[in-house]
Nanobody, 119 residues
Framework: QVQLVESGGGLVQPGGSLQLSCAGS????????IAWFRQAPGKEREMVSC???????READSVAGRFAISRDNAKNTVYLQMNSLKPKDSAIYTC?????????????WGQGTPVTVSS
């Protein structure tokens, strides 16, 4: 059974940092792309960053230079390091399993972890 479990969210002040983790199980982790999405109340879901199985990375312009995605296939985990957080980064962050980062189809996703950036 495929599972994706996010952790690491919480409340942080503007300018602060958080590291999110996405632990996968039930599939060969290294063969899939793992993307982080976020959705804030009343807003559309957007892809924040994606780590492809071939090592390439995609990220949204809104987080370039502030967020960094990485993966440890030995631990079946993808990380999202978020620095210089802004209130507009507040959202539920979920990780998605995909064949390719550019694929329009998500195979599975986790329950999400909330991030709130507020003073």
């Amino acid at each position: 059974q495929v599972q994706l479990v996010e952790s690491g969210g919480g409340l942080v002040q503007p300018g602060g940092s958080l590291q999110l983790s996405c632990a996968g199980s039930g599939f060969t982790f290294s063969e899939y792309s793992i993307a982080w999405f976020r959705q804030a109340p009343g807003k559309e879901r957007e892809m924040v960053s994606c780590s492809s199985s071939d090592g390439s990375i995609r990220e949204a312009d809104s987080v370039a230079g502030r967020f960094a995605i990485s993966r440890d296939n030995a631990k079946n985990t993808v990380y999202l390091q978020m620095n210089s957080l802004k209130p507009k980064d507040s959202a539920i962050y979920t990780c998605h399993r995909r064949y390719l980062c550019a694929s329009p189809t998500t195979l599975d996703w986790g329950q999400g972890t909330p991030v709130t950036v507020s003073s």
